[in-house]
Nanobody, 115 residues
Framework: QVQLVESGGGLVQAGGSLRLSCAAS????????WGWYRQAPGKQRELVAQ???????NYADSVKGRFTISRDNAKNTAYLQMNSLKPEDTAVYYC?????????WGQGTQVTVSS
């Protein structure tokens, strides 16, 4: 059974930084893509960043230049470095991974940015 466990959320002041981590455990044979999504209260879940094993990294326009997605293949872990955080970045952030041709989600981690 593959599981994704997220960590790194919290409360930060505007202009600050946070790094989210997403560790995959279980029998992982193939990593196709990592992604981070977020969902603010009353809004739909939206893509923040996507990192395919092949191809280009994709970012939402609202986070370009501020957020960076990366991965550590040896650890089956993905990261989201978030800099210059804004109050509008406040949301629950979800890790997503396509592993072994199946789609997996993390439990979500709260990020709150105070003004």
């Amino acid at each position: 059974q593959v599981q994704l466990v997220e960590s790194g959320g919290g409360l930060v002041q505007a202009g600050g930084s946070l790094r989210l981590s997403c560790a995959a455990s279980g029998s992982i044979f193939r990593v196709i893509a990592w992604g981070w999504y977020r969902q603010a209260p009353g809004k739909q879940r939206e893509l923040v960043a996507q990192l395919p094993s092949r191809g280009s990294t994709n970012y939402a326009d609202s986070v370009k230049g501020r957020f960076t997605i990366s991965r550590d293949n040896a650890k089956n872990t993905a990261y989201l470095q978030m800099n210059s955080l804004k109050p509008e970045d406040t949301a629950v952030y979800y890790c997503n991974a396509i592993l072994n041709s199946a789609n997996y989600w993390g439990q979500g981690t709260q990020v709150t940015v105070s003004s």
